[in-house]
């Protein structure tokens, strides 16, 4: 043991239920990001300068949608690299939000096209700094530079992308 290192010792261990646990470990609102349905599993994020995660379908009876917020209890450990990740322990429907992931803006939507070359579709577009991808662009079947009022999530590296536009 080194020098003014503070250790530990358990001396009595106690088993106790979930409901008397959870309170004791840190907890957050998150924000589903992204959905893989092959990998069975869900990302979230805490908003920017934060970690995120990934919780497994069979962790939890939960099946969220993306912008869906939810409250999750967790503890932070770090990977071999020595990163800090998060370990989630139990996850829950909140109607609390997180401003800090997600978030409602208005704006002047501009189409882009891949080359400069218009083919009919645009490949993606910008609402200021926030991106849309395509796919985006085609579930509310826009066409054409518009004001819109959009939902964006934090992408992480001080980006965002719009998740859905309110006609």
């Not at 990977?79 to 704006?107: C, F, H, W, Y």
């Not at 993606?124 to 964006?152: K, M, P, Q, W």
């Not at 965002?160 to 536009?165: L, Y």
Request: glycine share 8%; net charge positive; with cysteine.
């Amino acid at each position: 043991m080194k020098k003014n290192e503070k250790k530990v010792v358990i001396a009595n261990i106690e088993k106790v239920n979930k409901e008397t646990a959870l309170p004791n470990f840190n907890s957050g609102i998150v924000v589903v990001d992204d959905i893989n349905k092959q990998k069975k599993l869900f990302h979230y994020t805490f908003g920017q300068g934060k970690i995120g995660g990934i919780v497994f379908f069979n962790d939890t009876v939960l099946r969220p949608e993306v912008g869906q917020c939810l409250k999750i209890f967790y503890c932070v450990t770090k990977d071999r690299k020595g990163e800090k990740r998060s370990i989630v322990l139990n996850v829950e429907k909140t109607t609390e939000m997180n401003p800090n992931a997600l978030k409602t803006i208005q704006g002047r939507l501009e189409l882009k096209y891949k080359d400069g070359s218009w083919d009919g579709s645009p490949d993606f577009a910008f609402i200021g700094d926030y991106y849309v991808h395509r796919s985006v662009l085609c579930e509310y079947n826009i066409t054409a530079d518009c004001n819109v009022t959009a939902d964006v999530i934090y992408a992480g590296q001080g980006k965002w992308k719009v998740i859905k536009i309110h006609q």
